[in-house]
C-alpha cells in the first residue's frame, strides 16, 4: 500500500489549490481516505475524508464550504480542491487510510493505516 501525496505550493490568500493522493496496492472502495493537515508545533489535524464503500464525505469545520474532497476511481487518485485558501491553512498535507472503507471521525487521527509523505502549502501574501 502507498500513498504519494502532490499539488502543494504557494498561493496568495483567496486563491485555490487541487492536492491529488495517488494510491496504489489497493482499491480506493476497500477504503476511506482522508486529508489531514499539520503546522509544526502543533497538532495533526482532520480536513476532509471521503468514505469508500459509498463516497460519503465528511469535513472539519475549518475548511467546510471551501474545501471539497473527491476520487476518481479510473485513477485511483483522491483530490482535495482547496478554494478561498486562508492564512491558516497554510500546513503540510497528507493523505492516509483508514481502517475500513467507512471513514472514522476526523479528531481520531492516530487510527488512520497508511499516511502519505506530505505536501506543503503555504498561503502567503
Known amino acids: 500500500v502507498q500513498l504519494q501525496a502532490s499539488g502543494g505550493g504557494y498561493v496568495q490568500p483567496g486563491g485555490s489549490l487541487r492536492l491529488s493522493c495517488q494510491a496504489s496496492g489497493f482499491a480506493l472502495a476497500d477504503y476511506g481516505i482522508g486529508w489531514f493537515r499539520q503546522v509544526p508545533g502543533k497538532e495533526r489535524e482532520g480536513v476532509a475524508c471521503i468514505s469508500g464503500h459509498n463516497e460519503a464525505t465528511d469535513y472539519s469545520r475549518s475548511v467546510k464550504g471551501r474545501f471539497a474532497i473527491s476520487r476518481d476511481i479510473a485513477k485511483n487518485t483522491v483530490y482535495l480542491q482547496m478554494n478561498s485558501l486562508k492564512f491558516e491553512d497554510s500546513a503540510v498535507y497528507y493523505c492516509?487510510?483508514?481502517?475500513?472503507?467507512?471513514?472514522?471521525?476526523?479528531?481520531?487521527?492516530?487510527?488512520?493505516?497508511?499516511w502519505g509523505q506530505g505536501t506543503l502549502v503555504t498561503v502567503s501574501a
Open positions: 492516509a487510510t483508514d481502517v475500513g472503507p467507512v471513514c472514522a471521525p476526523l479528531s481520531l487521527t492516530s487510527i488512520r493505516d497508511y
